[in-house]
């Protein structure tokens, strides 16, 4: 199986055929999508004017496409290193025991669904670096109380997410499922309440 790094070669292999080398950009996401497979591909779609369906787009549009994914991957890449280096200095601590944030961050193991949107045409429209950059400075400054990536207040708790952890707080501003260690304890019950009256509302 092709490694991240094999599939952008051919991505930028002009000797392939474009219908390869758009192959080989899907492919990249099934080792790195940080919004989800389908919201990063949209979303590399929206913001490099690729037709989502054509087998044979601009290949400087396609290239465009996977240095954005690149930087974004060696954003997150950078942070699981010192992720994995706090992780070593706890445990020489004597803190074997995996804390609650440390179960978000085996869930996204390798980026994927680092901020997943659980509707894929909903997403962030900033550059996934920048995304994740705000999202990492959120989980390292300690819980907050609106969004980590876009700032919004409107946070509600969703019942029926269509993958694991299956609920959760989805910002009504960006689309990200919020990982529940950027929020406090207030936030995560305003969420709760938000959802209490929309049933409320259509009820």
């Excluded at 070669?9 to 055929?17: A, I, N, T």
């Excluded at 991957?73 to 601590?93: C, P, S, T």
């Excluded at 669904?113 to 400075?137: N, T």
């Excluded at 009504?172 to 919020?178: L, T």
Aim: glycine residues 6%; hydrophobic residues 35%; aromatic residues 6%.
């Amino acid at each position: 199986m092709a490694g991240f790094r094999s599939l952008a070669r051919q991505v930028r292999d002009p000797r392939c055929d474009l219908a390869l080398r758009r192959y080989s950009l899907r492919k990249c996401l099934e080792r790195f999508a940080p919004y989800g497979h389908r919201a990063t591909w949209d979303h590399l779609c929206e913001r490099h004017d690729i037709e989502p369906e054509d087998r044979a787009p601009d290949p400087v549009r396609l290239t465009a496409a996977l240095d954005e994914l690149e930087e974004a991957r060696a954003v997150w890449l950078a942070y699981e290193v010192q992720f994995a280096k706090r992780r070593k200095r706890e445990k020489h601590d004597g803190l074997r025991r995996p804390r609650t944030f440390d179960d978000w961050h085996r869930r996204t193991w390798g980026g994927n669904g680092v901020a997943r949107c659980d509707d894929p045409a909903v997403h962030p429209s900033e550059p996934l670096a920048e995304v994740l950059r705000r999202l990492i400075a959120g989980l390292e400054s300690g819980p907050g109380k609106v969004c980590p990536v876009c700032a919004e207040k409107g946070i509600v708790w969703r019942p029926d997410l269509s993958q694991a952890p299956w609920s959760g707080p989805v910002c009504k501003g960006c689309g990200i499922v919020v990982p529940r260690p950027v929020l406090t304890s207030e936030a995560m019950e305003r969420a709760k309440l938000v959802r209490q009256r929309e049933l409320a509302s259509v009820a």
